[in-house]
């Protein structure tokens, strides 16, 4: 999808020249996306055209961790209790 921005002149002046821009605003939507939980990190890797391990130093570089609560432990400990009961 291509979506046309207005940037502020006082954003758009240190961008002047920048040929990375495009994939600075991808990337600020994708971290808006994961935070809000509404991407998951496959999701942005693959919106970003990356490999799940390319994806990962990615997600270190910017400081995101994982969006993991209690929800999300709770089912893996169900999950595992599933998988010792039946061995």
Known sequence: M???VDIPDSLAGPLKGDKDVSRKVGE?????GYLS????RGQVAESLGMTFY?????FVRKGLRRNYGV???EADRQ???RL???S
Request: charged letters at 25%; glycine letters at 8%; hydrophobic letters at 60%.
């Open 28 to 32: 600020a939507l994708a971290v808006e």
């Open 37 to 40: 939980g509404a991407l998951t």
């Open 71 to 73: 929800e999300d432990l």
């Open 79 to 81: 999950t595992l209790d």
């Open 54 to 58: 390319e994806a990962e130093g990615w």
């Open 84 to 86: 010792f009961a039946a």
């Open 2 to 4: 291509q979506v046309l």
